[in-house]
């Protein structure tokens, strides 16, 4: 199940996921507003793709760990 340690750096990674993928679709939305060019919306585009798996996976993990969070709780 793992220790409460291996559980917050589990936690900590979702947040870092999540907030990537904050950044990267904020950094889209400014670059679309200057420039609608076919090449930078190709990379951003890519770039959020990239993010959205690994919030994918983030929740995956996130659900998981709510999972073992739960199982301690009623153990008690």
């Known amino acids: 199940m793992g220790d409460a340690n291996t559980h917050l750096k589990n936690l900590s990674e979702l947040s870092k996921n999540i907030e990537s993928l904050g950044k990267s679709v ?19 585009l ?10 994918e996976n983030s929740l995956r993990m996130f659900q998981a760990e709510i999972g073992h969070i739960e199982a301690e709780h009623q153990k008690r």
């Open 26 to 44: 904020k950094k889209a939305e400014n670059d679309l507003k200057f420039q609608w060019v076919d090449e930078i919306e190709k990379i951003d």
């Open 46 to 55: 890519e770039d959020i793709k990239e993010h959205m798996a690994k919030v």
